[in-house]
């Protein structure tokens, strides 16, 4: 079919003409692809470059943009420029970190005030502050990249602990320059470090830059670079901002460029609309949703197996891969079941008695520690989801449910986090019950209850990332509790027997 533009996709066509940089809000289902390929068909004699977020985005790009654009990942480019020097390193085997430290030369612990260090949570810090230089735009190696380390919450703590750590990343950095191998394991995010250091120029009459919302200030450095040489479009949606905790930020909403706006979304009807609506003003997010009148969406609670549960954490993924493949459902994991496993492993050690090197688990030596720290220390009841369900099921029943896993071509149901399901979507989406509503304050209301805290930017941007993933029919359960909250705007319903749109006839 012919492609007809949407009043905002032919206002964007009008801006791109013009040769200045933008900046596109495109919200969830509103076709950012689609307008994108529209824009470079309508401006046949320009070439440019399109920078796709992972490499299955480029590839379904590729086959949609025209030929005169180019769509690649940074990292393949940055592989092209010199990352292929080091294919022999990017092939060699997995090291634990702390096997890394040893021969970094981190062998003794360490004591930062009361806490002592072991050599394994040193060489994981140690490499941790490598990535964190990788994901930034600095020039050079420096403290601020060494990260906190549990139970060093302090600054001049943290001060002691970046003096310590900062030579052996200094030292680990400077193994990787070597293509013929080193001590440290040579990642991807290490060439396009190694790239943008040398201040690459991309050729081309525009680069189109997706998922801007979530880019790693190297990349942006890379991108503002090319201001002065091409047209710069940006496009994302500034309330799918999900990964600022590994140090992506939005570079769309402070981009000096002409901002437009993609509202109407094609993949679900008005009533996901309201839904979506209801956690973009929660977001603080600068636009609003319309869905499309003939998309029969419903959402309510129940109706039925859902095609995707979506998860707030990795230890409710695994609560519920465990009641699915209880009950006979055949199951996938997006992502595979790698991190489960790995931390099913890592209580089985502390529960027999031996260290952990699982780097969430590391300063434990036995699995009383965990508990007690999980049960009554404030900065440890992100464990205690985890310590209930390795108490309740044990590890063994973990591994074997990870065992059980199917490919997703062959499941009834997907599981997932929200984090994973981004750019994905399913006829049908259940909204698990760990996505838990904010704490209570001290204060109380007029009778008699604890009011809560308020509902958080970032908890909001991920409500709204999951609750968009539906196309026919959402079960919105696992975030109820928002329809009791002080927040909650409008003072619309959660959960309800399911209400939707009829499609148009």
């Known amino acids: 079919m012919p492609f007809s533009p949407t009043d905002e996709q032919a206002a964007a066509l009008e801006a791109f003409r013009s040769g200045g940089h933008l900046a596109i809000q495109a919200g969830a289902g509103t076709g950012k692809t689609s307008t994108l390929v529209f824009l470079a068909e309508q401006m046949p004699v320009r070439r440019g470059r399109y920078l796709a977020f992972n490499r299955a985005i480029a590839l ?12 690649k990942t940074a990292h393949s480019l940055a592989y092209a420029a010199l990352g292929h020097l080091f294919r022999g390193r990017l092939n060699s085997p997995r090291r634990p970190g702390w096997r890394i430290g040893q021969d970094l030369g981190l062998h003794t612990p360490a004591r930062i005030g009361q806490v002592g260090l072991m050599p394994a949570t040193l060489s994981n810090a140690a490499l941790r502050t490598v990535t964190r230089f990788c994901q930034s735009a600095d020039p050079e190696l420096a403290h601020h990249h060494v990260p906190y ?8 703590g943290h001060a002691e602990v970046a003096d310590l750590i900062l030579p052996y990343a200094v030292k680990a950095w400077a193994d990787l320059h070597d293509p013929q191998g080193g001590m440290v394991r040579f990642e991807h995010d290490h060439y396009l470090k190694m790239w943008a250091l040398t201040e690459p120029a991309l050729p081309g009459d525009f680069l189109l830059l997706d998922e801007a919302q979530d880019t790693n200030p190297v990349l942006e450095q890379i991108v503002l670079a090319q201001k002065e040489r091409t047209q710069i479009v940006m496009v994302g949606d500034s309330a799918q901002a999900i990964y600022g905790w590994r140090g992506a930020r939005d570079v769309m909403t402070r981009f000096a460029g002409h901002h437009l706006t993609l509202t109407r979304s094609f993949r679900f009807g008005p009533a996901l609309a309201i839904e979506a609506n209801r956690w973009l003003t929660l977001a603080g997010a600068p636009i609003r949703l319309s869905g499309a009148p003939d998309v029969p969406t419903t959402v309510g609670c129940g109706s039925g197996r859902p095609d995707a549960v979506l998860c707030r954490t990795n230890v409710g993924a695994m609560t519920e891969v465990l009641s699915l493949i209880a009950s006979g459902t055949a199951t996938a994991l997006v992502g595979g079941g790698d991190s489960l496993r790995a931390l099913a492993w890592a209580a089985r050690d502390l529960i027999e008695g031996r260290r952990t090197h699982h780097p969430e688990l590391v300063l434990f030596t036995t699995w009383a ?5 999980a049960e009554h220390d404030p900065a440890g009841s992100d464990l205690q989801p985890f310590a209930n369900l390795i108490d309740e099921h044990g590890p063994d029943a973990i591994l074997q449910a990870v065992d059980r896993l199917v490919p997703e071509t062959d499941t009834q149901v997907t599981v997932s986090t929200a984090h994973k399901a981004k750019g994905r979507q399913w006829a049908r989406v259940r909204i698990a019950s760990d996505f838990t509503p904010p704490a209570d304050t001290d204060e109380l209301d007029a009778q008699g209850q604890p009011v809560p805290k308020p509902v958080d930017e970032a908890e909001a941007r991920l409500a709204y990332v999951a609750v968009t993933r539906a196309r026919r029919h959402l079960d919105p359960t696992g975030l109820a509790w928002i329809s009791q909250h002080p927040d909650n705007p409008a003072a619309l319903a959660t959960c309800a027997p399911a209400r939707g749109s009829s499609p148009a006839r």
Do not use: I, K, M, N
């Open 60 to 71: 379904d790009a590729a086959a949609r943009f025209p030929s005169t654009v180019q769509c």
């Open 149 to 156: 380390v549990r139970g060093v919450d302090d600054e001049e």
């Open 369 to 373: 520690a965990l508990r007690d720290y």
